[in-house]
DNA sequence: GGAAGATGACAAG
DNA sequence: TTGTCCTCTTCCC
């Protein structure tokens, strides 16, 4: 679930349940314990996300910084909170609200450096309105890597997992495996405007819905069906199944140690035209 | 009841 | 490139 949409819903939603008063801050896993007792009683002050990072700040140059990798959750509810479930490794509440973290790959108190050297070294982020989607090009199109692999790099563009990666790329027909420098500048400008409104409508419904109106199950008149992980989507896990355009069997393959799908007949294979080979 | 896999990133070699 | 961490769900026995 985690990918850049769902942790701006969670900035989001912190800052509403706790931004601007005290906090009860606790670690009822243990492994947070030390820095907890550090933050417990003291001010929030906002929360925001930079890609897939979230930033809690507390007053005195605080900030919780969270990466929740590939697992990792937070669930914010509103309600006293009760006795933890499972392994929670960091409780915020207060009267109104609470907020259990578990399973992040990064859970750190950090200060302001650190947060800015974090924020600093991502590309840039399509849900942040000042995001420059030519810092990502000028790594893009110098690149011998495949744009499924730098689309999905974090420090050429900040946010998009596998999900986003590979609906966009089925959603501009661009093989996912073709060299980032054989993109031309209009199909990336296609891609990130694509991306800002994908990912802005996965805020809106904290979901991944891909599929355009015309392809929808009603339009193509096919049964309804939602994706294991909750919404629409063209791809991503639907090896072996039929694409919803073309009919074509979609595919899959190992990136660096990511899946990646993609329908061989909308995402036809790239070929240089620089000629090749001998005479 | 247990293994495998998952929307991720890092360190080590 | 491989190994490691973290939790939850799904699938198979």
Redesign the pocket.
């Known amino acids: 679930?985690?990918?850049g949409h769902?942790l701006y819903r969670l900035a989001r939603d912190l800052s509403e349940a706790f931004a601007g008063g005290l906090v009860r801050a606790s670690s009822p896993?243990g492994?947070f314990a030390a820095d907890a007792a550090v933050i417990d009683g003291t001010a929030v002050l906002g929360a925001e996300s930079g890609?897939?990072h979230l930033f809690v700040e507390f007053a005195g140059d605080r900030f919780v910084h969270v990466?929740?990798?590939?697992?990792?959750?937070w669930d914010v509810r509103p309600g006293p909170a009760p006795d933890p479930?499972?392994?929670v490794?960091l409780r915020l509440e207060n009267a109104t609200s609470y907020a259990d973290l578990?399973?992040?790959?990064?859970c750190d108190l950090v200060g302001r450096d650190r947060r800015d050297q974090?924020l600093g070294r991502i590309g840039p982020d399509p849900l942040r309105p000042d995001a420059d989607p030519d810092r990502a090009w000028q790594r893009i199109h110098r690149s011998d890597r495949a744009i499924g692999d730098l689309i999905?790099d974090?420090e050429v563009l900040?946010g998009?997992?596998?999900?986003y990666?590979a609906e966009v790329l089925f959603r501009h027909r661009i093989d996912p495996l073709r060299p980032g420098r054989t993109l031309r500048r209009s199909q990336w400008k296609a891609v990130w405007d694509d991306l800002v409104d994908l990912l802005h409508e996965g805020v809106r419904t904290g979901r991944?819905d891909t599929v355009r109106p015309e392809h929808t199950p009603e339009a193509m008149g096919r049964a309804a069906r939602k994706d294991?992980?909750?919404g629409e989507v063209y791809v991503?896990?639907r090896t072996g199944q039929p694409c919803h355009v073309c009919g074509t069997t979609i595919r899959t393959k190992d990136l660096?140690?990511?899946?990646l799908f993609w329908c061989p007949r909308c995402q036809p294979r790239f070929r240089s035209r620089a000629k090749v080979g001998g005479p």
């Open positions: 679930m985690p990918e769902t896993q492994r890609g897939k990466h929740l990798g590939l697992i990792g959750k479930i499972g392994a490794r578990r399973g992040a790959i990064i974090v999905m974090q900040a998009v997992g596998n999900v990666r991944i294991d992980h909750g991503y896990r660096k140690g990511r899946n």
